[in-house]
């Protein structure tokens, strides 16, 4: 594949035009990003230039080409039980709460970029294991969790749910190790996550710039290292319509490293050794 090079007035209406219809910010400084991931797709779509593309954009944008921009520009980077520590507050705080607060319906959890399916089948494993250490008969179906992103090429990795040594290997260390023995079947390079861990997952494809009320309410929100891609305008509206889509009590959780602060204040900060969430009060 050959690099297409990007001039300065090409990518500045491309950022431009990039965060208006998806809330994405693309800086001046990251022309080689752009020529490093969007060079194949222009291939792909016969054109020589980006003035080609940011022509298209303007004139008519097609849903599916700005849909694959936006994959193209963001990372599908996770693994299984990213940051330890919010991992052991809802195996330990979390999920035992939501048990007892809600006991007569579906308690209902979101993964809002799932990616390749490792965070929302941790939270699967983790509502499994507990399951089984009260000895309750029959599948958690009072769960549900829907998982959901805007990459059809990683909610297709997510759905088959089978990983091979390089993502099996990043994640399960340490108290997570057992869970890889006791969730997978591995057959030579690949390990195949179980039917059962799969039966409370489901994927959609969503992207986060459209209205949420198609997906209902949510008692768990887990959006952990997609905000950063966003504008401050796109997180605040994101975040407001994440408000309204969680049920009094919901809990709200962000990767280690990212904070409502400057975007939301709306929920209440809750602070633990090992990490931090919020929730709807
Ligand atoms: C870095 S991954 C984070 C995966 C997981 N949440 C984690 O923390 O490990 C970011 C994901 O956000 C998705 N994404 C980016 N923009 C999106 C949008 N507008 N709507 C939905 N998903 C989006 C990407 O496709 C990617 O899979």
């Known amino acids: 594949m050959a690099i297409i090079k ?3 007035q090409e990518l500045t209406e491309l950022a431009r035009f990039l965060e208006k219809v998806r809330g994405i910010v693309i800086p001046p400084n ?3 990003l752009v020529e490093s991931r969007l060079s194949k797709l222009l291939e792909e779509n016969g054109m020589k230039s980006y003035r080609e593309l940011v022509d298209l954009l303007k004139r008519n944008p097609p849903k599916p080409l700005v849909d694959k921009i936006v994959d193209a520009m963001t990372t599908n980077e996770t693994l299984w039980f990213r940051d330890s520590g919010i991992w052991e507050i809802m195996r330990d705080e979390i999920i035992p709460d939501l048990d007892r607060r809600i006991p007569a319906r579906r308690i209902r959890i979101w993964s809002a970029a799932c990616s390749t399916g490792q965070e929302p089948y ?3 494993m983790l509502i499994h294991r507990r399951h089984k250490e009260k000895r309750i008969a029959g599948p958690p ?3 549900e969790i829907v998982a959901t992103d805007i ?3 990683a909610l297709f990795l997510a759905k088959v749910g089978r990983y091979d040594r390089i993502s099996m290997s990043r994640g399960f260390t340490g108290q997570w190790a057992t869970y890889k023995d006791e969730f997978f079947k591995t057959t030579g390079n690949t390990a195949q996550i179980s039917n059962e861990i799969k039966d409370i997952v489901h994927f959609q494809r969503f992207n986060l710039s459209d209205p949420l009320t198609s997906l209902g309410k949510f008692d768990l929100v887990l959006i952990r290292n997609v905000a950063i891609y966003f504008s401050l305008d796109f997180k605040k509206e994101l975040f407001r ?3 309204n889509a969680m049920n009094p009590g919901g809990y709200l959780i962000l990767g280690a490293s990212e904070s409502l602060r400057g ?5 209440k900060l809750v602070t633990r050794p090992r990490g931090f969430y919020y929730t709807k009060v």
């Open 141 to 143: 179906s009072r769960y």
């Open 241 to 243: 319509k994440i408000y």
């Open 151 to 153: 990459s059809m090429s």
């Open 6 to 8: 990007v001039t300065p």
């Open 263 to 267: 975007i939301s204040s709306d929920f």
């Open 122 to 124: 941790s939270i699967s």
């Open 30 to 32: 990251k022309a080689y």
